[in-house]
């Protein structure tokens, strides 16, 4: 089964900082892993998705996420907050194989302080 | 291209009724999956149809329905509402084959009383 881990519910960076979300996943055989952000009363927007070509993908609004086999990680980054990036950010995970279902983590709440 | 879109947006309901929500996948998209997201149990899978097929089911209990008409548009239904049913529900499309991302809709906000 696959499952994903995101470590730290509640982030809190300062405006201009570096931005790090963790992520590791659970996989049995190589994954699709996805980075999605909320914000409030809306759904899920991808921000960027991995599928095995290039180990560091970059997405939108400057986001970025580095596959790393070794570590079953896949951590977000963005190198300057700005406060429009204080959302709700998912991982989730798919392998491909049990139809297209997806894995999401619990979430990690990002805000960004002035 | 039109995103997918979910009606009703919000939803009141009290105890005991059932409700159907609907979804409209991306034009092409034939997976469509349902998704329940409360702040106690964040994100939960409740289902993926395909061709008009259950492919996936996630550990929800029989009130919980779903079914995917030839056109791809698809209806959850939750009957006999109860307190812990309130959530926000989410639907979201995507093509057929791996690596595909899913694309959501705004979700429908059910709140039972």
């Known amino acids: 089964a696959q499952s ?66 070794s570590e079953t990680s896949f951590h977000l980054t963005k190198p300057s907050a700005h406060m429009s990036d204080a959302a709700e950010y998912f991982c989730a995970v798919s392998d491909g194989r049990t139809g297209n279902q997806f894995y999401f983590g619990t979430g990690t709440s990002l805000t960004v302080i002035p | ?53 259950q492919r996936n089911k996630g550990n929800f209990p029989g009130r919980f329905s779903g079914r995917q008409f030839s056109n791809s548009r698809s209806e959850m239904n ?14 979201a499309s995507s093509l057929e084959g791996q690596g595909y991302e899913q694309y959501f809709g705004p979700g429908t906000r059910l709140t039972v009383t």
């Open chain 1, 4 to 69: 994903v881990t995101q470590l730290g519910s509640h982030v809190s960076v300062s405006e201009g900082a570096l931005v790090l979300l963790r992520c590791n996943y659970s996989s049995s055989v190589p994954p699709y892993l996805f980075w999605y952000v909320q914000y409030p009363n809306q759904g899920l927007q991808l921000l960027l998705k991995y599928t095995s070509a290039a180990t560091l993908v970059k997405g939108i609004n400057g986001f970025e996420a580095e596959f790393k086999k």
């Open chain 2, 1 to 53: 291209k039109a995103g997918v879109t979910q009606t009703p947006r919000y939803l009141i309901k009290t105890r005991g009724q059932q409700v159907t929500l609907s979804c409209s996948p991306i034009s092409g998209h034939r997976s469509v999956s349902w998704y329940q997201q409360t702040p106690g149990q964040g994100l939960q899978f409740l289902f993926e149809y395909f061709s008009e097929t």
């Open chain 2, 78 to 91: 939750v009957s006999t509402l109860e307190l812990g049913d309130s959530a926000l529900y989410l639907c």
